[in-house]
Nanobody, 115 residues
Framework: QVQLVESGGGRVQPGGSLRLSCAAS????????MGWYRQTPGKQRDLVAR???????DHADSVKGRFTISRDNAKNTMYLQMNSLNPEDTAVYYC?????????WGQGTQVTVSS
C-alpha cells in the first residue's frame, strides 16, 4: 500500500515557475514507476510526465523543454519542476504510482497560471 501526497501548487504569473512534490509513504517506493497527470474540468486526466523505476523519463510533447520530472528514492519523493508556465498549464496535478496492474493516486494540487 502506498499513500501519495502532492504539494507545491499555487498561483503563478505566465512565464513563472513552480516545483511540485509528491511524497510517498508505505513500502517499496523505489519499485514503483511514478508519474504526473493533470486534469481540467470536464476533460480527461492527461499524462504530463513519468519516471520509471530505472530512472528513465518520458514527457508529454506539450511540456518538453519546460517541465522536468525527477525522483529521490532516499526521500520517497517525486518532483515536477515546471518552468515557463502558461495559462494552458492551469489544472489540478495528480501524482501516480504504479506497478503492473496496481496503481495509487494522490489527492491533487491546483496549479493556476494567470496574470
Amino acid at each position: 500500500q502506498v499513500q501519495l501526497v502532492e504539494s507545491g501548487g499555487g498561483r503563478v504569473q505566465p512565464g513563472g515557475s513552480l516545483r511540485l512534490s509528491c511524497a510517498a509513504s508505505g513500502r517499496g517506493f523505489s519499485f514503483y514507476h511514478m508519474g504526473w497527470y493533470r486534469q481540467t474540468p470536464g476533460k480527461q486526466r492527461d499524462l504530463v510526465a513519468r519516471i520509471f523505476r530505472d530512472g528513465n523519463t518520458d514527457h508529454a510533447d506539450s511540456v518538453k523543454g519546460r517541465f522536468t520530472i525527477s525522483r529521490d528514492n532516499a526521500k520517497n519523493t517525486m518532483y515536477l519542476q515546471m518552468n515557463s508556465l502558461n495559462p494552458e498549464d492551469t489544472a489540478v496535478y495528480y501524482c501516480c504510482a504504479w506497478l503492473s496492474t496496481t496503481n495509487y493516486w494522490g489527492q491533487g494540487t491546483q496549479v493556476t497560471v494567470s496574470s
